[in-house]
């Protein structure tokens, strides 16, 4: 069964998106009750019976569920599978960034890694992106094939969804959809993706450097200052090419290429705590 927007007899598009957006636009609600809500309207429209939210590593080549529903048992919120095994592999590669499957079989796909894995037969999915960067999918499916070709409109369907996504995910103040930690030194609600792009800054023994530079009350540092601090050949082209835009990326620090200053960036706070536990340790034991 084919979308209702899709069907002249639903009685007209806009009563549809009065009913979805009204949901969806209710205030005080977080990005994954939301998400929930979504999926509950759009798979019964979709007439596809799973539906979920994912995360993608493309450094680890995985893709973890965020938010799902339905009973498929692989589906699971948390579960992380190889990116290989997935449909969505190919909708993130995917010029156009969607990805619609109607009947797997039939169209080709029954020795797909990601058939034989989930056993899925039909499939609607788009790409998410938050800060203009690739988040993961959102994705309908059902391990049974739709009687209804998917049509042009629900993909534009899904895409729309997907953009609404990745735009709540953007502007949302409040805690992550993910699983959530308690720093224990400030304790502070910090997400598992906070603590691991942490741990990912805090790797490297040059980003280390460039963070301690802004303890305490120091409001900036300059490339010429952590060239000396690190005393390496090559310190320039690796601040400029690599660890600066890292931590930048991050939110850690605002790098200004022209001054060629760094600054405290909007989440400095978040690392603070373990860049100052290193600073203590390191004074503790030089190396």
């Not at 998106?17 to 636009?25: I, K, N, Y």
């Not at 590593?57 to 893709?63: A, G, N, P, R, V």
């Not at 601040?239 to 600054?263: C, F, M, Q, R, V």
Request: with cysteine.
């Amino acid at each position: 069964m084919a979308h209702s927007i899709c069907t002249p007899e639903a009685g007209g598009e806009l009563p549809y998106f009065q009913r979805l957006w009204r949901t969806l636009l209710a205030p005080n609600i977080d990005p994954k009750s939301r998400t929930e809500q979504l999926f509950d309207h759009e798979t019964i429209e979709f007439d596809l019976e799973y539906a979920f939210l994912s995360y993608i590593d493309l450094e680890h080549e995985t893709e973890r569920f965020d938010i799902t529903h339905g009973s498929h048992e692989a589906l699971n919120p948390g579960t992380t599978i190889p990116l290989s095994k997935t449909y969505c592999r190919k909708t993130i590669a995917d010029p156009e960034g969607t990805l619609a499957i109607s009947d797997a079989i039939a169209e080709g796909w029954e020795d797909d890694p990601a058939y034989e894995a989930f056993g899925i037969s039909s499939y609607l999915g788009t790409t998410v992106s938050v800060d203009d960067e690739l988040y993961g999918t959102l994705c309908f499916a059902n391990t049974a094939p739709r009687d209804d070709p998917i049509r042009d409109e629900e993909k534009a369907l899904v895409e729309m969804h997907g953009q609404w996504v990745g735009h709540t995910l953007d502007l949302w103040e409040g805690p992550p959809i993910r699983e959530q930690n308690i720093d224990r030194v400030e304790k502070r609600v910090v997400s598992s993706d906070a603590i691991d792009s942490m741990m990912d800054a805090l790797r490297k023994p040059t980003r280390r450097v460039i963070l301690m530079a802004l303890l305490d009350d120091t409001t900036e540092t300059t490339i010429a200052t952590l060239e000396r601090k690190l005393n390496h050949e090559h310190a320039r082209m690796r601040l400029a090419h690599s660890d600066l835009p890292k931590l930048a990326n991050a939110g850690y620090i605002t790098w200004d290429n022209e001054t060629e200053t760094i600054s405290k960036g909007p989440r400095f706070s978040e690392v603070e705590p373990l860049v100052q536990l290193l600073h203590e340790y390191n004074t503790a034991f030089p190396e």
